[in-house]
């Protein structure tokens, strides 16, 4: 009995393929249509998601609580004097001063990071140099010897020398020394960083002594960054304390459908399934009614010419799944995401090179699955089953 | 041949190609995690807050510590006009 009813589903699928290779022109406009969708949404779906993934691998470490000054509803420089405030909370190990702020390139319109510190009060701050391609970190007393990202080096055209030099706010130059490059693998948090010693930036900025840009603030205790930060801003009112999960769950939540590229791509989408389902809810041309009747005339039940219909929706919705989400994995994977690049980059001068691996887990094929293939068997079967249950005469117009 | 049969090597063509993908991304895997300990020094080593993929706008360059108005502090009537603005959320806190 089993036997009968897999060669009798064997010979419908071949009814069905010969059919959708009769329409062939049909079928394959539909198939690729379809599959644009899916290569849409798919390439959106793993570039966010391999972006949030990395982010959640890397920022967990970094520092459990950073502080910054706000006045007017404006980041401004934050008084060194705050870190004696500090000394009375339990709990907090270090804290460590930073200048961070951007240099905007006029010449060649590229915004670089600049951070100084002294690294070697940072958690790992010795071990910085295995983070460099060549090179080595600048020591405190190295002043203007800077290490930086990979795009610097290529916008400031450093292959031959070693020096450039920035303007402070009075327009004086300040001359710096690269003193080591960072490695290629962190391009993704290095890309356009300028790191130097604490006086160095201080002089660039024309920061005055006693005031940096923010506090890092590390705590002996992880699970006491709640309790610690909230004594924080009971302690420096006018201060604005984010914390390491506050910074994690960002980027969790920073790349989602509901911006506007990700709106875009998924209402393109549904519009595109609208637009295929109502070609296909506004019932079936003559001809198929006619190939229907004479199929019923032949001696099909209701049953077959439903599981031909539903046979050739599968075929054309898997196919297209199939080779969207494929076409999505190539165009993610080997050529770093290069149809969204415009948007997920902009204006940007420096941009890293993206080394993005997504992590398809079977909830992201089951959304993607959700939002196409279902839609589309729902939206065909239904009209062929109101086209079956018509009598074969009045269709064959008897 | 049958119809079917045609079918069913086609898609064990595409099949293959996806295992194929699949072999290939679990040894870019491999890749990435040996360059994991570079990045988590990095992170650590300059208290690095944010991933450098968009370096157009603070608010971009830097999602996690900038305020959700952000965009609007450039100058008095400034509007959101950044390209990348479209890509990334408003950090919720």
């Known amino acids: ?398 | 041949m049958r119809p079917a049969l045609v079918f069913s090597l086609f898609l064990c063509l595409l099949l293959a190609l996806d295992g194929a993908l699949f072999v290939d991304g679990l040894n870019r895997r491999k890749a990435e995690d040996a360059t994991l300990a570079q990045l988590e020094v990095a992170t650590s080593g300059l208290g690095l807050t944010d991933l450098a993929v968009a370096t157009e706008a603070r608010y971009t360059r830097h999602p996690a510590v900038s305020d959700a108005v952000a965009p609007f502090m450039d100058h008095p009537g400034a509007i959101e006009h950044f390209p990348t603005g479209a890509f990334w959320l408003p950090p919720q806190r």
């Not at chain 1, 080595?136 to 916008?155: C, F, L, N, W, Y």
């Open chain 1, 1 to 398: 009995m089993a036997q009968t009813n897999f060669e009798k589903q064997i010979n419908i699928l071949d009814y069905a393929l010969s059919s959708l290779w009769r329409h062939r022109m049909k079928s394959l406009s539909i198939l690729l249509v379809f599959a644009a969708v899916i290569f849409l949404l798919a390439s959106f779906q793993m570039v966010t998601q391999a972006l949030s993934d990395k982010a959640k691998q890397v920022l967990a470490y970094t520092p459990e609580i950073t502080l910054q000054k706000m006045s007017a509803g404006r980041q401004e420089a934050i008084p060194l004097a705050y870190k004696d405030k500090l000394a009375g909370i339990f709990g907090i190990r270090r804290v460590v001063p930073r200048i961070w702020g951007y240099y905007f390139d006029e010449v060649l319109l590229a915004n670089y990071t600049v951070m100084g510190m002294d690294v070697e009060e940072m958690p790992e701050g010795s071990r910085l140099d295995t983070a460099l391609a060549s090179g080595k970190m600048p020591t405190p007393d190295e002043q203007g010897r800077v290490v930086i990202g990979h795009s610097v080096k290529k916008a400031l055209d450093l292959e031959g020398r070693t020096t450039f030099s920035f303007f402070r706010p009075d327009l004086s130059l300040k001359t710096f020394t690269v003193s080591g490059e960072f490695s290629r693998s962190t391009d993704i948090l290095t890309n356009d960083l300028i790191v130097m010693n604490l006086p160095d930036a201080r002089d660039l900025y024309s920061i005055p002594a006693g005031k940096v840009t923010d506090l890092c603030v590390y705590v002996a205790n992880p699970k006491e960054i709640d309790t610690i930060a909230r004594k924080i801003s009971e302690a420096l009112p006018g201060v604005r304390v984010l914390t390491r999960p506050q910074i994690q769950k960002t980027y969790q939540v920073v790349f989602g459908w509901r911006s506007g590229f990700g709106s875009i791509c998924l209402l393109s989408a549904l519009a595109a399934f609208v637009i295929l389902a109502w070609d296909k809810a506004s019932g079936l041309s003559p001809e198929e009614r006619r190939e229907i009747a004479i199929l019923k005339v032949l001696g099909w039940e209701t049953s077959d010419i439903l599981a031909v219909r539903f046979w050739e929706s599968v075929i054309v919705s898997g196919l297209a799944c199939m080779v969207g989400m494929t076409a999505a994995h190539i165009h993610v994977v080997y050529f770093a995401a290069s149809l969204f690049r415009p948007v997920l980059m902009g204006w940007s001068v420096l941009r890293p090179d993206l080394h993005l691996l997504p992590r398809m887990e079977a909830g992201d094929i089951l959304l993607i699955l959700a939002f196409t293939v279902i839609p589309y068997l729902a939206a065909t079967v239904i009209p062929a089953w109101r086209s079956a249950t018509v009598p074969a005469d009045s269709a064959l117009g008897g």
